[in-house]
């Protein structure tokens, strides 16, 4: 691939993490529009992004603390009164650029950390390698609010095939994903029958690609390969020309990024308030 990367420095974990917390606020918001009783919001601490989504929602939680400000001073103690003004305790996405003050702050107020991640990337230009296994009857499309319902769908029957809770609260939350403000939502589809969600939000610069999902059934036949190479050019036409992603780290979707070109960056860590 002749397309630069980026170094992995400040700069970098700041378009990320900045991105990725407008993508979470984007789908708050639309939770919000689309339900008139809901308390889920967000707050813009000068970079930081912070969401509220319901205590115990994966989605309530902040990015880029540490990035943007003194980690010792009002930044903190703002997210966290946000937080706990909503009945929540804080959790934190930290990356690993905020420096050792920002873990040391974090240590002292007896957080602890709760989950890791990696965050990749790479130029959005550039090949994907064609999956092996492809269907060739496999075809993939950007949709748009009338395929809600079916993107939902899609979406559960991927995320939530172990637990109907799991599967009941993937479809609710992507109802809010596909209206949502700078996201676009694809489907893949073998022989017109949708077996594939994926999602994209196009940030300043950068695109996260996020929401990768295939019904059990049809698998291994190179819908999320059609799906990355689908949004990635989407990226790259849309003026993003840096795309990222977060995984878990050592996943299956880690290597499957890797394999495509994907670089990663940092691995970050999300701390909760004890």
Not at 59 to 76: I, K, N, S
Not at 181 to 186: I, N
Not at 253 to 265: L, M, P, V
Request: net charge negative; with cysteine.
């Amino acid at each position: 691939m002749s397309h630069p990367y980026p170094h992995a420095d400040l700069d970098l974990a700041r378009k990320l993490e900045r991105t990725e917390g407008l993508a979470c606020a984007a789908i708050v918001q639309s939770r919000a529009r689309l339900n008139a009783a809901s308390t889920s919001c967000w707050h813009d601490f000068g970079g930081a992004c912070a969401m509220f989504d319901g205590d115990g929602s994966p989605m309530t939680q902040a990015f880029g603390h540490g990035l943007f400000d003194d980690p010792h001073g009002r930044e903190l103690d703002a997210i966290e009164a946000f937080f706990h003004g909503h009945g929540s305790k804080a959790v934190l996405e930290v990356s690993p650029l905020a420096g050792l003050a920002t873990i040391d702050a974090l240590e002292q107020r007896r957080y602890r950390i709760i989950e890791m991640s990696s965050v990749l990337c790479r130029p959005s230009a550039g090949g994907v390698s064609r999956a092996p296994t492809m269907a060739s009857n496999l075809t993939v499309r950007a949709i748009d609010t009338r395929d809600t319902e079916t993107w939902a769908r899609v979406a559960a029957a991927g995320w939530g095939s172990e637990s109907d809770e799991v599967a009941r609260f993937i479809q609710d939350l992507s109802r809010a994903i596909v209206p949502a403000e700078r996201m676009v939502s694809f489907l893949a589809e073998i022989d017109g029958t949708p077996v594939a969600s994926a999602s994209l939000f196009l940030g300043d610069g950068v695109a996260l690609l996020a929401g990768a999902s295939t019904v059990p059934t049809a698998r291994n036949q190179g819908a999320q390969t059609a799906l990355l190479a689908a949004r990635l050019d989407y990226a790259a036409k849309h003026h993003c020309p840096l795309a990222m992603m977060a995984t878990e780290p050592g996943s299956p979707s880690q290597r499957n990024g890797e394999r495509q070109g994907f670089r990663i960056a940092y691995t970050r860590m999300k701390w909760r308030e004890s």
